[in-house]
T-cell receptor, first 113, second 113 residues
Framework: GAGVSQTPSNKVTEKGKYVELRCDPI?????LYWYRQSLGQGPEFLIY????????DSGLPNDRFFAVRPEGSVSTLKIQRTERGDSAVYLC???????????FGEGSRLTVL | DQQVKQNSPSLSVQEGRISILNCDYT??????FLWYKKYPAEGPTFLIS?????DKNEDGRFTVFLNKSAKHLSLHIVPSQPGDSAVYFC????????????FGQGTTLQVKP
């Protein structure tokens, strides 16, 4: 596809479970970002990758959250021991360079029961 | 601490009239500001931006004004169209913090036919 693709679009899980959210960026985009949007709020920065490495992970709320981008393309956001407060839309964005325009995916809606 | 604030959660405007969306920020280190538009079940899409060295940027029906002394920016849409109905997010960035956009809470614009 031409845009940023995120899967699953919806995920319902139980408290304490492990969750993985996937992001497939636009081909050729070296920069990839994860944001989280809670109800009634704007997107909140989580982590930024330049290539394979996490250039800035200062937005990850705690050590239950982890993200990887092993080959510099697809990224996976991993959440361990999910809590109800983790319920949100997780947005992925990519850009052609670290200073380029961000293109967002449609998001993965996570609901923790 | 909300560094970027959109104090109006919603705005309703008649088609053909002007829509004015406002945004305030607190961090004087921000040097670039952006507006994003979001339709339901879609990711945010870039609309228009302005550098802190300018006070106005215009793109078709959309104009962004920046008042640095007041730490305030606004988005003007003239004339407003029903297709403009969406959530509008103001975002700010410190250019050296690549990709780390700080978003406001969003304003839902409804343009009535």
């Amino acid at each position: 596809g031409a845009g940023v693709s995120q899967t699953p679009s919806n995920k319902v899980t139980e408290k304490g479970k492990y969750v993985e959210l996937r992001c497939d960026p636009i081909s050729g985009h070296t920069a990839l970002y994860w944001y989280r949007q809670s109800l009634g709020q704007g997107p909140e920065f989580l982590i930024y990758f330049q290539g394979t490495g996490a250039a800035d992970d200062s937005g990850l709320p705690n050590d239950r959250f982890f993200a990887v981008r092993p080959e510099g393309s697809v990224s996976t956001l991993k959440i361990q021991r999910t809590e109800r407060g983790d319920s949100a839309v997780y947005l992925c964005a990519s850009s052609v360079s670290s200073h380029g325009e961000l293109f967002f995916g449609e998001g993965s809606r996570l609901t923790v029961l | 601490d909300q560094q970027v604030k959109q104090n109006s959660p919603s705005l309703s405007v008649q088609e053909g009239r002007i829509s004015i969306l406002n945004c305030d920020y607190t961090n004087s280190m921000f040097d670039y500001f952006l507006w994003y538009k979001k339709y339901p079940a879609e990711g945010p899409t870039f609309l228009i931006s302005i550098s802190s060295i300018k006070d106005k940027n215009e793109d078709g029906r959309f104009t962004v004004f920046l008042n640095k002394s007041a730490k305030h920016l606004s988005l003007h849409i003239v004339p407003s169209q029903p297709g403009d109905s969406a959530v509008y997010f103001c975002a700010a960035i410190i250019s050296s913090n690549t990709g780390k956009l700080i978003f406001g809470q969003g304003t839902t614009l409804q343009v009535k036919p």
